[in-house]
T-cell receptor, first 111, second 113 residues
Framework: SQKIEQNSEALNIQEGKTATLTCNYTNYSPAYLQWYRQDPGRGPVFLLLIRENEKEKRKERLKVTFDTTLKQSLFHITASQPADSATYLCALDTGRRALTFGSGTRLQVQP | NAGVTQTPKFRVLKTGQSMTLLCAQDMNHEYMYWYRQDPGMGLRLIHYSVGEGTTAKGEVPDGYNVSRLKKQNFLLGLESAAPSQTSVYFC????????????FGNGTRLTVT
């Protein structure tokens, strides 16, 4: 069956370190992948998009990689801050005109 | 710009009651979506629309109906609410480009007792 997996356990890191979140998928061949941030009680907010022919994308302290052979995307936040604490969702193009989302990973950055 | 606005923000229903959730967007987006979010299950697509007057089923459409009579509005209806429909409902919209990001509202928390 088709599946998108994100680590369901919270990721706790110290301020200033790099946070790395993983998104694995099976049985898809997505043309692109998107990452969103979600704060408690709020809707997800778009962060980055990476296409299948792109290995890496950067935006300020954020970096996303996309390995279509491993069927995996990594999301990095460098020099993390307590304000980066949130749940991060990956979403894939699964061939329909709507995204399919993973269940998200909660990031907690300790001061 | 308000973006995507959902009403109401909270609602409690008794089993068997009906209600309509309203989503409005002011970005002139063609595509609109309804997702539900449950703990540990992520966002699941209920129904979506690729333009005014059109709707399509998503991953979990049973028990829900939708209408898109105006481009800026997308309504989600529950005809006979069930406790399994207790969830947070998110509406989203996007441009008519395949990789366009979704813009989400802040959700409606629905409890069915």
């Amino acid at each position: 069956s088709q599946k998108i997996e994100q680590n369901s356990e919270a990721l706790n890191i110290q301020e200033g370190k790099t946070a790395t979140l993983t998104c694995n998928y099976t049985n898809y061949s997505p043309a692109y992948l998107q990452w969103y941030r979600q704060d408690p009680g709020r809707g997800p907010v778009f962060l980055l998009l990476i296409r299948e022919n792109e290995k890496e994308k950067r935006k300020e302290r954020l970096k996303v990689t996309f390995d279509t052979t491993l069927k995996q995307s990594l999301f990095h936040i460098t020099a993390s801050q307590p304000a980066d604490s949130a749940t991060y969702l990956c979403a894939l193009d699964t061939g329909r005109r709507a995204l399919t989302f993973g269940s998200g990973t909660r990031l907690q950055v300790q001061p | 710009n308000a973006g995507v606005t959902q009403t109401p923000k909270f609602r409690v229903l008794k089993t068997g009651q009906s209600m309509t959730l309203l989503c409005a967007q002011d970005m002139n987006h063609e595509y609109m979506y309804w997702y539900r979010q449950d703990p540990g299950m992520g966002l699941r697509l209920i129904h979506y629309s690729v333009g005014e007057g059109t709707t399509a089923k998503g991953e979990v459409p049973d028990g829900y109906n939708v209408s898109r009579l105006k481009k800026q509005n997308f309504l989600l209806g529950l005809e006979s609410a069930a406790p399994s429909q207790t969830s947070v409902y998110f509406c989203a919209s996007s441009r008519r480009v395949s990789d366009s990001p979704l813009h989400f509202g802040n959700g409606t928390r629905l409890t069915v007792t």
